[in-house]
């Protein structure tokens, strides 16, 4: 059974950053997604940004291109996502997913939504506010 763990979440000032982490562990597959997805309050849940465990790519929402970045340790137990120059619209609950493989491309991972994941974490939360 997958599971996911989220930390990293705080208040932080806009313009500043977090790094949000997601240890994963009880993959039974050889490759996988890890996704990062948000919802903020009265809002339904987005995807953020995906990386595949096969190849490496990674893919971004355009509100948050330049700002973020997803990364994974070299065991690719943890996975990353870095956020700078923070807005209070990036104020969100957000999680770590997995799903499979193939949903981490361009328009897969962002047309499906959470639908395409099966495993999810608790969440953190993250509030950017001055």
């Known amino acids: 059974q997958v599971q996911l763990v989220e930390s990293g979440g705080g208040l932080v000032q806009p313009g500043g950053s977090l790094r949000l982490s997601c240890a994963a562990s009880?993959?039974?597959?050889?490759?996988?997604?890890i996704g990062w997805f948000r919802q903020a309050p009265g809002k339904e849940r987005e995807g953020v940004s995906c990386?595949?465990?096969?190849?490496?790519?990674?893919y971004y929402a355009d509100s948050v291109k330049g700002r973020f970045t997803i990364s994974r340790d070299n065991a690719g137990n943890t996975v990353y996502l870095q956020m700078n120059s923070l807005k209070p619209e990036d104020t969100a609950d957000y999680y770590c997913?997995?799903?499979?493989?193939?949903?981490?491309?361009?328009?897969?991972?962002?047309?499906?939504?959470?639908?395409?994941?099966?495993?999810w974490g608790k969440g953190t939360l993250v509030t950017v506010s001055s």
């Open positions: 997913a997995a799903g499979p493989d193939y949903v981490c491309t361009s328009y897969t991972f962002f047309s499906v939504g959470d639908s395409g994941m099966t495993s």
């Open positions: 009880g993959f039974t597959e050889d490759h996988y997604t």
């Open positions: 990386i595949s465990s096969s190849d490496g790519n990674r």
